[in-house]
C-alpha cells in the first residue's frame, strides 16, 4: 500500500484509489450478506486485514461488482469521484429501503506531495471500524421481508469526467423521510470518506426476528 523514506509514508494517488475501491467491495459484500439480499450458503468466509468478512460467490454479483469497482477506479484517480451509493430496493417494485451512502473527499495537495503521517495498519483500523460499524446496524435496521435487489450508483463531476453511456440510468432514488444513522468513516490522507444509512422507517408490526448477527465481530 505504502512505502517509507525520511521516517514518512509514501502513498499515491493510485495506492489510495486502491484502498477506497476495496473497501467499498468489503462494505457491498457486508451489506449484501447482512441483509439476507442473497442466501448464506453463497458467501464464503475470508480474513481480511485482521478482520473476517463474508464475500459472495455468486457470479452474477461479483461480475457487477467487478466492472464497477474498475469504473470507479478510474474516477477515483482522476480526483472526480464523490459519492458511492449502495441501494437496496424491493424486486417487486423497485421501492428504496436502504440507501448506503459513502461520501469521498480527494486532498489534491496531499497527492500531490504523496507524504502521509498515517501508517497502513491506522488506516486498516479505521476501515475495520467502519465494517464493523456496519455489522452493527443489525440492532436498528428493520428487517427485509421480502425478496430484494441491490444497485450501485457512482457521483462524479459529469462536467470533467466523461460517463458511459450504460451508465446514464444509474440515477440516485430518495426514502420518503427515512430514518438516518451516521457511520464511521476513514481516511487515506489523500482521500476522505464519510458513510452513513438511510432507511424506511419501522412499521409497528415490524420485528428483528428475520434478522440475525452477523459474524464479522466473531
Known sequence: MGSKTAGKDIITL????????????YAANSILHLNGVYPEETFKRVKKHEHQLFLSTNVGVQLYLSTFDKQISEWLEAGRLRKIELLIMTKATNEVLQSW???IETDGEAAAKGLREKSDKEIMNEIRGVLRHISATFTF???L???????????IDKDVVEVPLEWEKNVSKRIANPDVEILRGFSTEIHKVASLVFF???KSDDTMVPKKKSKLDD
Do not use: M, Q, T, W
Not at 14 to 25: L, Y
Not at 145 to 155: L, M, Q, R, S
Open 14 to 25: 493510485r495506492g489510495s484509489s486502491a484502498i477506497v475501491r476495496d473497501f467499498f467491495g
Open 101 to 103: 451512502k459513502f461520501s
Open 145 to 155: 421481508n421480502e425478496p430484494c435487489i441491490y444497485h450501485a450508483v457512482a457521483h
Open 141 to 143: 435496521l428493520p428487517p
Open 200 to 202: 424506511k422507517k419501522r
